[in-house]
């Protein structure tokens, strides 16, 4: 009696009770054959917008007017260096790797360093240094297209027992990250930082460096999820981050983060990420054409919006 | 003299853009033309009046992250419906601002968050382009054509409409009672409550106006481009959030300028220019705008530490 109560209030149950609701009118309309390969392909896509959503949740938890454009670029040059780096070798996978979150560090640093040291908000510090990255992926990925190592690809393609193995790596992603937020000193910190600076200046907490680790994290996962798509789409394309910055966005809010900050959840980023790609593939199987499939989108993320916030406002 | 707080931040962004303009002239002699500051400024136009919607848009302690698709809504509307039947067109612009308005209400009564509900209208404005126009195409209506293309003597047009859109609008917001009410909004919403005055009223007004100069925004874009497309100003978005915060604006307390954000626009437009009469490799092109913005704020919070220094001697 109590337990479903318990789960009602949860902010992000109604994520996965939408996500649910589409998936069974996509099965039931192409008669259930396609059960299986949707939910691996929604499992895989998913796990992308995952991996890039923890970050910017992280980040907008820091509170008002905090929040990262630069993931984009940085998923862009991160894919293309660690693929040049590694130039098909297998022996190199990990030296890439490493490559990435070296690059996700020093850019995070970057985007926190403008931000503290110009004083500039932090949507136009982490655009201009997009700006930059972006520019430094065009100049990098001059020439052939290099095509990721075959082991890395083909890791990235397979599945274990069902699950794509990109879902288990975010899965992964997302424990380290629920168990920084939820059982460490400094998850507490962000959150007490997103729900008053002030307050949480006040009583000691290392303010800046807490946030510096915040956009660290957050480029840093934006990298490794750009080493990843780079590897699984065989290869890095100039325009392959692009529509991660809404989505990195949509899929906190729609998860039931609190846009004012201070108060995260990361199930909620699973059920809104699986959510966005089921949503895409059901217009699709319906066949509608690109303009209402927008529409449909946006209608539809305004609707789901509508719900969750209705439940904030009585709370 | 004494200067208010209010000219020293429009003083910033002017001498960032006559810093810019000096730059430009210095390497391009002879862009210091009636023809050259008319290629210099054109596209500025349409950029000047989005950076002006999402200005009033940021007064209320909102931000419009559906600005660039919108302004291409506008633009598709205006090179099909607009040009074939005008009532037609007409028609849907003010239902595209009614529309605004019912956003900023629903915004307003179940207190959600501005830049999620934009995200999400983004899509649907997206989508409408791309039902009317799915490859680029369209035809810029006749009397828009004349207009953006017209010679005034002297003054290249897009000067006199820049300094035209500073003029209405600093009335518009810095003059009137109804702007009073806007940035008061965006100050303090509730003592605007207790003072006898429907916020929901206001925010619906603000959002309905930011619709209007997004309207117009398109059809400047659509006169100066004679076509149109469904991705044709997609980059407006950020580009007008840059712009009012060049200018001086931000984020949350209605403390914005309007003629510092047409000056932000016309920064920005500028910086395109700069660039290419550096012979910077296209690759570094987006880069090197990124460097600007970073400079032009790196010399606000430089002249802003020296008032803050004099106030205190």
Redesign the interface.
Same mark, same amino acid.
């Given at each position: 009696m109590n337990a479903p109560r318990l789960l009602l209030s949860k902010p992000w149950i109604w994520s996965f009770v939408a996500t649910i609701t589409v998936w069974i009118i996509t099965v039931l309309f192409t008669g259930g054959a396609s059960s299986l390969g949707l939910s691996q392909a929604a499992l895989t896509f998913a796990a992308f917008s995952v991996i890039v959503g923890i970050g910017q949740m992280f980040v907008i938890t820091l509170g008002? &007017?905090n929040?990262d454009?630069s993931v984009p670029a940085t998923m862009t040059l991160s894919g293309t260096l660690a693929l040049k780096l590694m130039d098909v070798q297998d022996s190199m996978i990990v030296v890439g790797l490493l490559l990435s979150v070296l690059l996700g560090t020093v850019l995070g640093i970057g985007n926190y360093a403008?931000i503290k040291l110009?004083? /500039?908000?932090p /949507? /136009?510090a982490t655009? %201009?240094?997009?700006?930059?990255?972006?520019?430094?992926a065009?100049?990098a990925n001059?020439g052939l297209r290099i095509k990721p190592p075959e082991v890395l690809a083909s890791f990235t393609t397979s599945s274990l027992f069902g699950i794509p193995n990109v879902a288990i790596v975010a899965l992964a992603l997302s424990a380290i990250a629920w168990l920084l937020l939820e059982k460490s000193i400094y998850g507490r910190w962000i959150s007490a930082i997103g729900q008053s600076t002030f307050a949480a200046r006040m009583t000691g907490i290392p303010v800046d460096g807490t946030r510096l680790v915040t956009y660290m994290l957050c480029a840093v996962l934006a990298s490794i999820c750009g080493y990843l798509l780079a590897s699984f789409s065989g290869g890095a394309a100039l325009n392959m981050g692009a529509e991660y910055l809404?989505m990195s /966005? #949509?899929v906190v809010?729609i998860g039931g983060t609190a846009?004012?900050g201070g108060n995260s959840n990361i199930p909620g980023i699973w059920g809104a990420s699986l959510f966005m790609f089921l949503v895409v593939s059901m217009l699709n199987t319906y066949g509608f054409? #690109?303009?209402?499939?927008?529409?449909?989108?946006?209608?539809i993320?305004?609707a789901v919006?509508?719900m969750a916030? &209705?439940r904030? %406002?009585t709370r | 003299m004494k200067l208010s707080s209010g000219t020293l931040r429009l003083i910033i962004p002017a001498v960032s853009l006559a810093l810019l303009l000096a730059a430009v002239f210095y390497m391009q002699p002879r862009a210091m033309s009636y023809t050259g500051l008319n290629l210099l400024f054109n596209l500025a136009v349409p950029i000047a009046l989005a950076t002006v919607a999402q200005m009033l848009i940021m007064a209320v302690n909102d931000l419009d992250l559906s600005m660039g698709t919108f302004v291409s809504f506008c633009a598709c509307v205006t090179a099909t419906f607009l040009q074939a039947s005008p009532a037609m067109g007409v028609l849907i612009f003010l239902g595209a601002i009614a529309a605004y308005a019912a956003m900023g209400m629903i915004i307003h009564v179940r207190e959600l968050p501005s830049i999620v509900v934009t995200l999400g209208m983004s899509f649907f404005w997206g989508g409408l382009a791309v039902l009317m126009l799915p490859s680029p195409g369209g035809e810029a209506p006749g009397w828009v054509r004349w207009l953006m293309t017209s010679k005034p003597p002297f003054v290249p047009m897009a000067i006199v409409a820049s300094v035209v859109i500073a003029a209405v609008t600093h009335f518009l917001i810095m003059r009137s009672s109804f702007g009073v009410l806007i940035r008061g909004v965006g100050g303090n919403f509730r003592s605007v409550e207790r003072a006898g005055w429907s916020v929901i009223r206001i925010r619906a007004a603000t959002y309905a106006l930011a619709a209007l100069f997004a309207v117009l925004s398109g059809i400047a874009l659509v006169g100066l481009t004679t076509s149109a497309d469904a991705n044709i100003a997609l980059r407006y978005t950020l580009l007008s959030i840059a712009g009012v915060i060049l200018g001086g604006g931000e984020f949350v307390g209605g403390r914005v300028s309007p003629i510092g954000a047409v000056i932000g626009a016309l920064t920005l437009a500028l910086a395109g220019s700069f660039l290419s009469f550096m012979r910077i490799s296209p690759d570094w092109q987006i880069g090197a705008q990124g460097a600007i913005l970073i400079v032009v704020l790196a010399l606000r919070l430089f002249l802003n530490r020296l008032e803050r220094r004099e106030k205190i001697q």
């Amino acid at each position: 009696m109590n337990a479903p109560r318990l789960l009602l209030s949860k902010p992000w149950i109604w994520s996965f009770v939408a996500t649910i609701t589409v998936w069974i009118i996509t099965v039931l309309f192409t008669g259930g054959a396609s059960s299986l390969g949707l939910s691996q392909a929604a499992l895989t896509f998913a796990a992308f917008s995952v991996i890039v959503g923890i970050g910017q949740m992280f980040v907008i938890t820091l509170g008002p &007017g905090n929040i990262d454009l630069s993931v984009p670029a940085t998923m862009t040059l991160s894919g293309t260096l660690a693929l040049k780096l590694m130039d098909v070798q297998d022996s190199m996978i990990v030296v890439g790797l490493l490559l990435s979150v070296l690059l996700g560090t020093v850019l995070g640093i970057g985007n926190y360093a403008l931000i503290k040291l110009l004083r /500039i908000p932090p /949507i /136009i510090a982490t655009l %201009s240094m997009s700006f930059i990255v972006q520019s430094t992926a065009i100049w990098a990925n001059r020439g052939l297209r290099i095509k990721p190592p075959e082991v890395l690809a083909s890791f990235t393609t397979s599945s274990l027992f069902g699950i794509p193995n990109v879902a288990i790596v975010a899965l992964a992603l997302s424990a380290i990250a629920w168990l920084l937020l939820e059982k460490s000193i400094y998850g507490r910190w962000i959150s007490a930082i997103g729900q008053s600076t002030f307050a949480a200046r006040m009583t000691g907490i290392p303010v800046d460096g807490t946030r510096l680790v915040t956009y660290m994290l957050c480029a840093v996962l934006a990298s490794i999820c750009g080493y990843l798509l780079a590897s699984f789409s065989g290869g890095a394309a100039l325009n392959m981050g692009a529509e991660y910055l809404l989505m990195s /966005i #949509a899929v906190v809010v729609i998860g039931g983060t609190a846009v004012a900050g201070g108060n995260s959840n990361i199930p909620g980023i699973w059920g809104a990420s699986l959510f966005m790609f089921l949503v895409v593939s059901m217009l699709n199987t319906y066949g509608f054409g #690109a303009g209402f499939r927008l529409i449909l989108t946006g209608l539809i993320i305004i609707a789901v919006i509508l719900m969750a916030g &209705g439940r904030q %406002s009585t709370r | 003299m004494k200067l208010s707080s209010g000219t020293l931040r429009l003083i910033i962004p002017a001498v960032s853009l006559a810093l810019l303009l000096a730059a430009v002239f210095y390497m391009q002699p002879r862009a210091m033309s009636y023809t050259g500051l008319n290629l210099l400024f054109n596209l500025a136009v349409p950029i000047a009046l989005a950076t002006v919607a999402q200005m009033l848009i940021m007064a209320v302690n909102d931000l419009d992250l559906s600005m660039g698709t919108f302004v291409s809504f506008c633009a598709c509307v205006t090179a099909t419906f607009l040009q074939a039947s005008p009532a037609m067109g007409v028609l849907i612009f003010l239902g595209a601002i009614a529309a605004y308005a019912a956003m900023g209400m629903i915004i307003h009564v179940r207190e959600l968050p501005s830049i999620v509900v934009t995200l999400g209208m983004s899509f649907f404005w997206g989508g409408l382009a791309v039902l009317m126009l799915p490859s680029p195409g369209g035809e810029a209506p006749g009397w828009v054509r004349w207009l953006m293309t017209s010679k005034p003597p002297f003054v290249p047009m897009a000067i006199v409409a820049s300094v035209v859109i500073a003029a209405v609008t600093h009335f518009l917001i810095m003059r009137s009672s109804f702007g009073v009410l806007i940035r008061g909004v965006g100050g303090n919403f509730r003592s605007v409550e207790r003072a006898g005055w429907s916020v929901i009223r206001i925010r619906a007004a603000t959002y309905a106006l930011a619709a209007l100069f997004a309207v117009l925004s398109g059809i400047a874009l659509v006169g100066l481009t004679t076509s149109a497309d469904a991705n044709i100003a997609l980059r407006y978005t950020l580009l007008s959030i840059a712009g009012v915060i060049l200018g001086g604006g931000e984020f949350v307390g209605g403390r914005v300028s309007p003629i510092g954000a047409v000056i932000g626009a016309l920064t920005l437009a500028l910086a395109g220019s700069f660039l290419s009469f550096m012979r910077i490799s296209p690759d570094w092109q987006i880069g090197a705008q990124g460097a600007i913005l970073i400079v032009v704020l790196a010399l606000r919070l430089f002249l802003n530490r020296l008032e803050r220094r004099e106030k205190i001697q």
